[in-house]
């Protein structure tokens, strides 16, 4: 990255993904000056335990913001950072000591399934309220789970020290100096306790669920003054906290209405327009993208758990080197024209299925390279039945914008074969990252990103057989 005297504006961008710590330096024409990440560990356990240590995310955020201002140089002035996270992860800790009482706790995480299945009499509350899905990889059930399993979280509300939520929250009070009890809509909502309508907490769910309004933070916009960053050199204001997968729509810059912007990464995010504020659609989610003042931007949202993650995991019981994936995994899906089926359970059968304790399962037979082509194949079939869900209600799409780290080309080529509607993938893939920034310049001049790579579509007679075959399969195990 370049260490000449930047006169031009400058936005940070922080990020907390599934596996790692990032922060981006743009400028105000949405060009990268600076990257610096650092890898996070993830901890895996029975019950299906997804967690992450809070301190270690908070130290590896505060060295790639120091990495990424020394690369832009001490001449450099950042007029404000941006911070996204994974919306549904969540973390208790002392409002007084900043001390954390728990580990995070993963959107990945399923622990509280069971809790969370005893509460389906109130699916249709829920939904009209919040415009989610009951789901035990949103945060109230990961809430409630903590309030009655750690003895450190209940021993704190008694005293009135509690606080927790999304782990967004306890990131921003970590990070700036004023040490602030807040969150934005964005990451609140996936809590399955804020009020679409309102954008405040519902009282109603909150007495439902036994969650203490006390302990939660206080929803603001998600352009807000937050406060100014503690561990950097030059005073850098914190002005936009989102969610990861909401930040990336904004990438290209405001996003348009007949386009469908997916987001590959450990999980993938489908994601259009909502015409009308806030819409409901069958099967779907109803997601809060962005809230300044009075403007608020929703989006219709497919989710599709098992996809970066579905193919490590396999990977690796295939004892198959995950660096390979990039490199070979077009060819392989090329070559491979008979692949097993994979019915894909990784994380949960997301949209529009739902069902969390969904068991993957290969069906058919093929070397360990055919088997990794069945999953990837699998990710694909997931998002084309998430956009034919979506085409019922919502405007078709003139193309598909695919960004992540997971975006391979394959994957990309598949997806336009199947969806018969071209693909188009930037040159970038940290969409998150240029999304955090667009919000916070909110600038005119947001240029683009140079020649998307391209992927028409293609006459593909067997993969749509093997969709439907898929389909077939999965309507038969979810009977």
């Known amino acids: 990255m370049s260490r000449n005297k930047v006169t031009t504006t400058l936005h940070l961008s922080l990020e907390q993904t599934g596996t790692c710590c990032r922060a981006s330096v743009f400028d105000n024409r949405g060009q990268l000056r600076a990257l610096a990440e650092q890898s996070v560990h993830t901890f895996r356990g029975r019950e299906q335990r997804v967690e992450h240590d809070p301190l270690e995310l908070v130290q590896a955020l505060i060295g790639v913001t120091h990495e990424a201002c020394k690369q832009v140089g001490k001449q450099a002035s950042i007029r404000n950072a941006g911070l996204a996270t994974q919306r549904s992860s969540i973390v208790c800790w002392d409002r007084v000591t900043g001390e954390p009482l728990s580990n995070v706790i993963s959107w990945q995480d399923r622990r509280a399934t069971e809790q969370v299945a005893k509460l389906g009499k109130y699916q249709n509350l829920i939904r009209s309220k919040t415009g989610l899905v009951l789901s035990p990889h949103y945060g109230m059930g990961k809430l409630n789970w903590c309030l009655n399993n750690l003895s450190a979280v209940s021993d704190s509300l008694a005293r009135g020290r509690l606080a927790f939520g999304p782990l967004a929250s306890y990131l921003v009070s970590q990070l700036v100096k004023e040490k602030p009890l807040v969150v934005d809509p964005v990451n609140a909502s996936r809590t399955l306790l804020l009020d679409l309508a309102t954008l405040d907490w519902s009282e109603p769910l909150l007495d439902l669920f036994k969650i203490p309004e006390k302990a939660l933070p206080k929803i603001v916009p998600t352009g807000h003054d937050y406060g100014i960053l503690a561990s950097t ?244 195990k979810l009977d």
């Open 233 to 476: 050199n030059q005073p850098i204001p914190l002005s936009v906290v989102t969610g990861e997968q909401s930040a990336s729509m904004f990438s290209l810059g405001s996003p348009e209405p007949d386009i469908i912007y997916i987001n590959l990464d450990s999980g993938a995010f489908i994601r259009q327009l909502s015409p009308r504020n806030p819409q409901i659609v069958e099967g779907l989610l109803t997601s809060i993208l962005a809230k300044k003042q009075s403007d608020i931007l929703y989006a219709i949202e497919g989710t599709v758990n098992g996809a970066g993650s579905a193919l490590s995991i396999v990977a690796d019981e295939l004892d198959v080197d995950g660096n390979l994936l990039g490199e070979n995994l077009g060819q392989w899906m090329t070559d491979c024209k008979q692949p097993p089926l994979f019915l894909n359970g990784v994380a949960g059968l997301g949209s529009p299925y739902w069902r969390p304790e969904f068991k993957s399962e290969m069906v058919g037979h093929g070397d360990k390279y055919a088997q990794l082509v069945a999953v990837a194949e699998s990710i694909v079939f997931l998002i084309h039945r998430n956009i034919q869900t979506m085409s019922r209600r919502l405007e078709m799409p003139r193309k598909l914008v695919v960004t992540g780290d997971s975006a391979y080309p394959g994957i990309c080529q598949k997806l336009a074969n199947l969806s018969k509607i071209r693909v188009e993938k930037p040159k970038m893939q940290h969409g998150a990252a240029r999304g955090l920034a667009f919000l916070c310049s909110e600038s005119e001049n947001w240029l683009p990103l140079g020649p998307a790579t391209g992927y028409p579509v293609e006459e593909d007679v067997e993969l749509c057989q093997r969709y439907s075959l898929w389909r077939q399969l999965v309507r038969a």
